[in-house]
């Protein structure tokens, strides 16, 4: 009885190492994907199925702070991996629009082993500017992934603060 103990644990750790071959690996994904979704039909409507879609997506898209800085209003977009020369900024009648074009190659190679991974897409951003903005004078700059766009207030429209007591 010990020794067919001992075989069912052995045989069991056999099994455990066992991987699928990584050349099935896609249709094996694909498999479970069509096994989840008879299961439960309505998990398509799940935020979480469209996750990777939504992260690509933003990967594309910049993330921009706007804010104000003494007489200036800055912008600042993240633009990580993509090339100062794949980055356009246009004004035209109080419009800014921040676009351009991601290109990402990844290759791993190892013994036996190779990966590779290409991400193409383009991205565009528009902004209606303020109207106390004097665009004439808009700096652009592009260091470490992100861009930063300053431009100075008209000298007619600087903010004048002015505290206020109240009684």
């Not at 993330?63 to 900024?89: F, H, Q, R, S």
Request: net charge neutral.
């Amino acid at each position: 009885m010990k020794g067919g103990g001992i075989m069912a644990v052995k045989g069991l750790k056999e099994l455990v190492k066992r991987e699928r071959p990584r050349a099935l690996a896609p249709l094996y994904d694909i498999e479970q994907w069509f096994e989840e979704t008879w299961k439960r039909p309505f998990s398509l409507l799940s935020p979480y199925m469209w996750s990777d879609l939504r992260t690509e997506m933003y990967d594309i898209s910049p993330t921009v702070d706007i804010y104000e800085e003494g007489n200036e209003w800055i912008m600042k977009a993240d633009l990580p991996g993509i090339k100062k020369d794949d980055i356009k900024v246009d004004l035209s009648e109080n419009v800014l629009t921040i676009s351009g074009e991601k290109k990402k190659t990844e290759k791993i190679e190892r013994e036996n082993y190779c990966r590779s991974e290409r991400v193409f897409g383009s991205f565009y951003r528009r902004f209606e500017l303020p109207s106390d903005l004097d665009t004439e004078k808009v700096k652009a700059h592009y260091e470490d992934g992100t861009l930063e766009l300053r431009i100075p207030m008209k000298k007619e429209y600087e903010r004048k603060h002015k505290k206020i007591s109240i009684d």
